[in-house]
């Protein structure tokens, strides 16, 4: 890790390479929300019944620009997969109707989907999205072509969680749309990732989270409604806001502003987290994003390299993530015989490399992915390179081995 890890809260002993899996929080952000904390604590009536709709007004207001989006279409959410259940649950489908994925989607969000084409008889259609691919057209081709009078509604990815493709969203949803079907976009990867235009991009439901890449602690997260299909959402727990009567003060943030007493301090803590990483690179976020987008590039030449695999995609389909396949497993190899867990674990109880891997059968391989954050360098890929490569065939003769813990 370079100078600036050192204001997260990182074991000094692991390489933290999987930011795209829980994100990591920085300790000034953290102490941010602990004062709110005791805020609340100090006073808990006054927290919740005078000053929190004014604080989450004011988060959101600080966030809007960010993600280009109006405030008030924005409903603050545990994460995004508490976003995706919340549209799926609101939806009227029965047998006959159709929702449109990819191969892609997060498991999660599958499952959801699995659980709502059991709970209304509808039916769920599948595009095959190849991976390695050549260009985005192939992600464009294979959606549309399964696209039919029957389908309902589309749940896409912005970014893949496993393949960590940046899918082509404004254009996919502005085709859809076109053709009657509405998109819920799973952007949980994006916010902080890559440039957000939430109105540009026009679905009718976008969910992100906060708490990967814009660092935001645990619990952070946002749904996007837009604004004509507002009346008569409702979020998953209904509580006071579903017969409340406030002037000026629409339904949509009525519901969703107060499900229930809870811990907010997660979400009213996005704005510290935005202005941090604000001042890391010059630039702001823009500059943080080329700068990690830069690094991931890099991270994945050294990969392919190391591995003796061509690239799986163009470099403008990568954010701050990049998948990389694995070669054919020698019988020999250390790798031999183990699944995507066991490898992850692999690389951790062998070099401290905290990484992630996952199996992806239209590729016959597994996919080792990298993720950089601005605590990461270069000299850290160079590090899993090594590992990886010495993992499949051993250590190189007369080359350096990538550092290993002692044995117990």
Not at 128 to 140: G, K, M, Y
Not at 236 to 242: A, D, E, F, Q, V
Not at 355 to 365: E, H, N, V
Request: proline residues 7%; glycine residues 8%; charged residues 25%.
């Amino acid at each position: 890790m370079n100078a600036l890890s050192s204001l997260w809260s990182f074991d000094p002993d692991v390489v933290y390479l999987n930011h795209g899996s829980f994100g990591a929080c920085p300790s000034a952000v953290l102490d941010f929300q602990a004062e709110l904390r005791r805020r609340i604590e100090r006073e808990p009536f006054r927290f919740f019944a005078r000053d929190l709709e004014k604080l989450l007004d004011g988060a959101r207001e600080e966030i809007a620009a960010l993600l280009g989006a109006a405030a008030d279409d924005l409903a603050f959410v545990p994460n995004a997969t508490t976003g995706i259940n919340t549209v799926l649950r609101g939806l009227e489908l029965g047998p006959g109707d159709e929702i449109l994925t990819t191969d892609h989607a997060y498991n999660a969000c599958r499952a959801a989907l699995e659980f709502t084409a059991v709970r209304t008889g509808a039916r769920i259609v599948t595009a095959r999205v190849p991976f390695p691919l050549a260009d985005e057209e192939e992600i464009v081709e294979a959606v549309f072509a399964e696209a039919t009078g029957r389908t309902r509604l589309a749940l896409l990815d912005h970014v893949t969680s496993a393949t960590a493709l940046v899918f082509p969203i404004a254009k996919l949803v502005a085709h859809l749309r076109s053709a009657g079907v509405e998109t819920v976009v799973d952007g949980a990867h994006a916010p902080g990732m890559v440039p957000l235009d939430l109105d540009r991009i026009g679905a009718a439901y976008y969910a992100g989270n906060a708490h990967k890449w814009l660092c935001a602690p645990k619990g952070a997260a946002f749904l996007h409604v837009r604004r004509d299909r507002q009346d008569g959402f409702h979020p998953l727990t209904i509580s006071h806001g579903y017969d409340a009567v406030r002037p000026g003060r629409s339904r949509f943030r009525l519901e969703f502003d107060w499900t229930g007493t809870c811990d907010p301090t997660a979400c009213l803590s996005i704005p510290e987290a935005v202005r941090f990483l604000r001042g890391l690179f010059p630039g702001g976020m823009p500059g943080l994003m080329a700068r990690n987008r830069a690094l991931t590039l890099e991270a994945r030449r050294l990969l392919c390299e190391a591995l003796g695999v061509p690239v799986p995609c163009p470099a403008g389909m990568i954010g701050a993530m990049a998948s990389v396949p694995l070669p054919a497993i020698p019988e020999r190899s250390d790798a031999a015989g183990l699944d995507p867990d066991a490898l992850t674990d692999l690389f951790f109880d062998r070099y401290r490399i905290e990484t992630w891997l996952y199996d992806w059968p239209r590729a016959g391989s597994t996919v080792l992915r990298v993720a950089a954050q601005a605590y990461n360098d270069e000299e850290e890929f160079r590090r899993l390179a090594g590992a990886a490569r010495e993992i499949l065939w051993g250590p190189a003769p007369g080359g350096d081995s990538p550092v290993r813990v002692p044995p117990a």
